[in-house]
């Protein structure tokens, strides 16, 4: 149980394209949803946290109007990169909490914009 | 901002020895949690400690937790080679948000 997937697992888009990323738990019913970014040999960057039917959270220095959430249901938050350029090419991870402490992660999506 | 502060960086030992991993971070916790990442896939959740444990196994995992060092460690007994991977600490902090505030990692390589 408890397994959250991510969509598509790698993506090519041209500088200037919007990408949306889906994050979904199969099993289970997430309220809170987790989204982050990693670069090559570096750690997770917590980007937001994503509340279902409401405003995502953002940390700080990640722009809201680039990257948007949304949280449209309890099995399924949404990353979209809009305008991407290839500063944003990188590794995006999504997380969900199921009923416990445990937050279960997805496979990732490996973003590059060319 | 990242809490955690893993030692070593980078630990490569021989198929069958034991691997010591530490974490130190920085402020009062809820739980403190580690993770392992395979290459340029996501994260597996390995075991969970919460700040009122001092120790935890899972199989051949042993984590501590020394609160008021503010450090952990993470033993994996008797390693394979299947174990090499990148490891990760994360921690909960007391307020009221579940964020995961994650260490740089550790990278383990295990030679057959």
């Known amino acids: 149980g408890a397994v959250v997937s991510q969509h598509p697992s790698w993506v090519i888009c041209k500088s200037g394209t919007s990408v949306k990323i889906e994050c979904r738990s199969l099993?289970?019913?997430?309220?809170?949803m987790f989204w982050y970014r990693q670069f090559p040999k570096q750690s997770l960057m917590l980007m937001a946290t994503s509340n279902e039917g409401s405003k995502a959270t953002y940390e700080q220095g990640v722009e809201k109007d680039k990257f948007l959430i949304n949280h449209a249901s309890l099995t399924l938050s949404t990353l979209t990169v809009t305008s991407a350029h290839p500063e944003d090419s990188s590794f995006y991870i999504c997380?969900?909490?199921?009923?416990?402490?445990?937050?279960?992660f997805g496979p990732g999506t490996r973003l590059t914009v060319l | 901002s990242q809490q955690g502060e893993e030692d070593p960086q980078a630990l490569s030992i021989q198929e069958g020895e034991n691997a010591t991993m530490n974490c130190s971070y920085k402020t009062s916790i809820n739980n403190l949690q580690w993770y392992r990442q395979n290459s340029g896939r996501g994260l597996v959740h390995l075991i969970l400690i919460r700040s009122n444990e001092r120790e935890k196994h899972s199989g051949r995992l042993r984590v501590t937790l020394d609160t008021s060092k503010k450090s952990s460690s993470l033993l994996i007994t008797a390693s394979r080679a299947a174990d090499t991977a990148s490891y990760f600490c994360a921690t909960v902090g007391t307020g009221a948000n579940s964020k995961l505030t994650f260490g740089k990692g550790i990278t383990l390589s295990v030679r057959p």
């Open positions: 099993d289970f019913q997430a309220t809170t």
């Open positions: 997380s969900a909490y199921s009923d416990t402490d445990t937050q279960y």
